[in-house]
């Protein structure tokens, strides 16, 4: 099979590999449509988790199962299903301590384009597929699907992570794809006002119809600075970091509320350290929390976040800018994805109907 993959850091292509083999509780799929993540860009470019050598890429993407292992009992051959970015060991003590997503180590349960070849590929590999797939619900296309792999989940994460609550003001720094499903997200969970940081115009009118209220440009000075003046000196309840560097942890502190939260979903692809300031933190005393976590994977979950897609409560479709026709364009997309022009929010590659 032909699988596009990192063969070092910076360096991507096609290669032929063997179709993986299905063990008696996996499933074997191709994909009928995938998407491009920033993610894919800190792995390739950036060398975020390291050097891989002809690792298949891509952890964004719905598909149709084409072989179930023997012990597998809710799915079949022939099944269009949901597939999440992030595949847990449903069995792991990770997974019963209610973290399944570091079954197997920190960020274990990340495999897609990490510790196994992804999903930009003509056949990949499941694992625990009773535990991990779910059925794509009629109604959703291909190309919204594919949010729900990793968009939907993590934005909303973040939003778990910073702990909403009905009336909170909410601070979401970036609005990339990700952030923009933390406005919608916060928006559901009853924030009464929510502040968004980012400058392309797709994105800010998307956060708009998301829920956003207001903007900052990350540009015109520092977040901080701009929260403050927004918000009487008072700063905000809860924050959600989808974007921007290492350095939002600081501004984030500055401008949070004592008993505050932030939530980070933020994938941060370099530098060695994340510098708390000492007195915006209460001199340690501030009880502002800062809670960062990759999203959970799991049938339910997927369930769950598929039916607010189905349901019309959600409408993922403003993500997606760029859609692209067969696997021939896929490098397009995925270098269009590192280049990010002003018009991009999130290119889609469709391969069947
Ligand atoms: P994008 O690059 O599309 O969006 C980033 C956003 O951050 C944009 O709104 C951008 O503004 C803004 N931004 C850029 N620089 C700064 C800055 N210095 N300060 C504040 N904001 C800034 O990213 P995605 O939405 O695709 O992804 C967001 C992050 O989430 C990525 O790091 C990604 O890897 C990570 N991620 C994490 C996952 C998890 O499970 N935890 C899963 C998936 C993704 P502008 O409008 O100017 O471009
Ligand atoms: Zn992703």
Known sequence: MKGYAMLKIGESGWIEKEVPKCGPMDAICKPLAVAICTSDVHTLWEGAVGERHNLILGHECCAEITE????????????????????PDWNSLAAQAGYSM?????????????????????????????????LLPANIDVVNACMLSDMVPTGFHGVELADV???????????????????AAASMRGASRILAVGTRPNCIAAA????ADEFISYKNGTIEDQVLALTNGQGVDKIILAGGGNETFESAVK??????????????????YVQIPRAEWGVGMGHKMINGGLMPGGRLRMEKLGS????????????????????????????????KPADLIKPVVKLAD
């Open 255 to 272: 401008c949070l509320k004592p008993g505050g939260k932030i939530g980070n979903v933020n994938y941060l692809g370099s530098g060695d």
């Open 208 to 211: 708009k119809k998301y829920g």
């Open 308 to 339: 607010l897609v189905s349901s019309g409560r959600l409408d993922v479709s403003p993500l997606t800018t760029h859609v692209f026709d067969g696997w021939d364009h896929l490098e397009e997309a995925l270098f269009l994805m590192r280049d």
């Open 165 to 183: 609550q009905f009336g909170d003001s909410v601070l979401v720094v970036g609005i990339g794809p990700v952030g923009l499903m933390s406005v």
């Open 68 to 87: 179930v292992g023997s012990l597998v009992k809710d799915f079949k051959v022939g099944d269009r299903v949901l597939v999440p970015a992030i595949t």
């Open 102 to 134: 570091h079954s197997g180590g920190m960020l274990g349960g990340w495999k897609f384009s990490n510790f196994k070849d992804g999903v930009f590929s003509e056949f990949f590999h499941v694992n625990d597929a009773d535990g991990n797939l779910a």
